[in-house]
């Protein structure tokens, strides 16, 4: 299969060019046609981080140092800005995780959506009110004609992330990229909203990078899964795998500290400390002083082990399965 | 005299007095128009007593040769020797009828004599404030987007601006205008390019103003989300900040402007006395130094209406800016 999206050694630093920041260190991570990839990690690990700066939208003062971002072929990596331009919210739909504060909220919304189209495809605004229409009955907005001429604040939280949704899918984008995209919703719309993603990506066949830190969410609509720690993608691979069997101890740890369905199982093992900030990750494996397998080899940059057609990195990755965890 | 006389609402005080769970419910419309009531009736209980204030007006008009005699007839004449209360009661009767009284020394009515001049002072405001508008806004966009040079330079032109006073400044496009240059009259009032100067003069202040609250809405929304929202759309930084970053300052930057439009009135009693302006300003200067108080109270009150209006004006564009403040959440 092809990759839609393919990011190469990815080094992305911030701040005073002088003394920079670093964020993200070497994140290879690649997108498959039809695939949805979960990125997971936990906040300040450098997962949102990795993808808004892939696409140019991290914000001043963010900058990719080393590396290469492939979309469909293209080289986003000092791309010019009409490349950009045509990339995001043609070939990229985005999502992100406010739905509230990610719309403009003096326009209506189906404006909003009609701007998305007429970006790539020209034409008035008000030639696109059928594309609108269209648009919101497939992310599942009821009565789409009336709720498109509404402000974003007369939208309920799950309604608005469905019409940014519909922003996202305006220009039938290869890949959609979503940015913790349930986490701001109440618990009862969140399962309504993973639907709607389900059937916009895998369903119809597109590609999806969904950041997240909700295993669960992974587990439920990704077929593969990057964990990330402290700036370094730490582990990947299929979800069946990755989940059946962590390898590295800090995807054992998130796994374990997930609360089981089951009843009466097992206690919820929480993990000890806190992960590092940018800027003070040790020379070493970062996990290290946070991981109950840690040894004197930890001190020193661990390798990748990509033995049995699984990637780790880690010094001594665990091959035998946890138990009480599916 | 004060022209500083802003919409302060007293809805608020209004409201306070009933009971907290039977509150009436007013339509908009309504509690606009007891707004408006209400605002006129503590302005004109200021007038009244700041006229009183200011010293025995008698003894001002009829002179310091006057006899006790003349001073009893004057006050008589006046009212002046009545109760307080009745004085202030008379007083809100001839405001209803909106009689002023005549001038003291051309005894054409008061009112006349002022609305006469009110288009004058009208078109001084409305070229400043769309002035400050035009050029503020460009001014602001680049005290926040530029490069750092222009960014130095315009926030150099915007401190120089406001620092310098309006006369200071008129004074000087006096001097090079008109003195050395001669492009411009330096006085009198009734065509356009008597406008030019008191227009500058008194936007000076405003413009800079302008910029630097544009400026600052412009910074403190840039990490909008909805920003970002609109480049993951592929939209140019242009169209993000004429579209969506701009607009979305302007309601802020609307009510900044009704409140500078009330305090362009104080500052267009001075232009216009400066450049021999004939409009309200310079009307109401000229009556209190001749001590003409009916002209003197028919301009405060005029001002004071204005200054209202002003208000309700800016409250409506901000709702039609803003569907947030019309509109509630469904």
């Excluded at chain 1, 992310?139 to 009336?146: I, K, L, N, W």
């Excluded at chain 2, 006389?5 to 606009?32: D, E, F």
């Amino acid at each position: 299969m092809t990759d839609v999206l393919s990011i190469e050694d990815l080094w992305v630093e911030a701040g005073d060019p002088r003394d920079p920041v670093t964020l993200v260190r070497g994140v290879s991570l690649s997108v498959e046609a039809g695939s949805v990839v979960g990125l997971v990690g936990e906040s300040g690990s450098g997962k949102t981080v990795t993808c808004m700066a892939s696409l140019g939208l991290a914000g001043r003062g963010v900058r990719i140092t080393r590396g290469s971002v492939r979309l469909g072929g293209t080289e986003l990596v000092g791309a010019d800005e009409p490349t950009m331009r045509r990339v995001r919210g043609g070939v990229v739909g985005t999502v992100f995780q406010d739905p509230l504060g990610a719309l403009n909220p003096l326009q209506r919304v189906g404006d909003q959506i009609a701007e998305a189209v007429q970006l790539h495809r020209g034409g008035r605004r008000r030639a696109h009110r059928d594309r609108v229409v269209h648009l919101l009955t497939q992310v599942g907005v009821p009565d789409p004609a009336r709720r498109a001429r509404a402000y974003p604040h007369e939208l309920s939280g799950g309604m608005r992330q469905r019409v940014a949704i519909a922003m996202a899918l305006a220009n039938d984008p290869s890949l959609v990229v979503a940015d913790e995209p349930t986490t701001a919703l109440d618990v009862t719309v969140q399962a309504q909203v993973l639907d709607v993603i389900r059937r916009a990506t895998k369903d119809d066949g597109r590609a999806a990078l969904i950041i997240t830190h909700d295993l669960g969410l992974v587990a439920e609509v990704a077929d593969r899964v990057a964990v990330m720690y402290a700036g370094q993608i730490v582990e990947k691979g299929s979800v069946a795998e990755v989940f059946a069997a962590p390898r590295h101890p800090y995807t054992q740890g998130l796994l374990a500290s997930r609360p089981a369905l089951e009843p009466g199982r097992r206690r919820l093992s929480a993990m000890g400390g806190r992960p590092p900030l940018p800027g003070s990750w040790p020379v070493g494996c970062a996990f290290a002083p946070r991981c109950p397998v840690a040894v004197e080899a930890c001190t020193t940059p661990p390798p990748v082990d990509q033995s049995d057609g699984r990637w780790s990195r880690c010094w001594h990755p665990q091959v035998e399965s946890m138990e009480g965890v599916s | 005299m004060s022209t500083d006389v802003t919409g302060v609402s007293p809805t608020a005080a209004a409201a306070g007095g009933a009971p907290a769970r039977r509150r009436p419910r007013l339509g908009p419309v309504a509690t606009t128009a007891l707004r408006l009531v209400l605002t006129l009736l503590g302005l004109l209980t200021l007038l009244f007593f700041l006229v009183r204030l200011s010293g025995d007006p008698a003894a001002v008009l009829a002179g310091p040769s006057a006899t006790s005699e003349q001073l009893e007839e004057i006050r008589t004449g006046l009212g002046l020797d009545e109760p307080l209360l009745s004085q202030y009661v008379a007083f809100l009767g001839d405001m209803l009828r909106l009689d002023f009284g005549e001038s003291v020394f051309t005894g054409e009515p008061a009112l006349d004599s002022v609305l006469a001049v009110l288009p004058a002072t009208l078109i001084l405001v409305v070229t400043t404030v769309v002035t400050s508008v035009v050029v503020g806004i460009p001014c602001g966009v680049l005290l926040a987007r530029a490069g750092r040079v222009a960014r130095r330079g315009v926030s150099f032109a915007m401190t120089l601006a406001q620092a310098v006073p309006s006369f200071v400044l008129g004074v000087g496009l006096i001097f090079v205008f008109a003195v050395n240059l001669g492009w411009l009259p330096a006085f009198g009032s009734g065509t356009p390019a008597t406008l030019v100067m008191p227009t500058i003069a008194l936007a000076a202040f405003a413009v800079a103003r302008t910029a630097r609250m544009v400026a600052a809405e412009l910074e403190q929304g840039e990490d909008h989300d909805y920003l970002r929202t609109a480049y993951a759309k592929g939209a140019s930084s242009r169209r993000v900040l004429w579209r969506h970053a701009l607009p979305n300052a302007l309601p802020a930057v609307a009510s900044a402007i009704v409140v500078e439009v009330s305090y362009l009135l104080s500052g267009a009693v001075v232009v216009e006395v400066l450049f021999a302006y004939n409009g309200i300003g310079k009307r109401l200067v000229d009556a209190i130094f001749a001590r003409d108080y009916p002209v003197v109270q028919a301009a405060v009150f005029v001002i004071g209406v204005f200054v209202i209006v002003v208000n309700l004006i800016g409250d409506a564009l901000v709702r039609v800016i803003d569907p947030r403040t019309t509109r509630g959440s469904a």
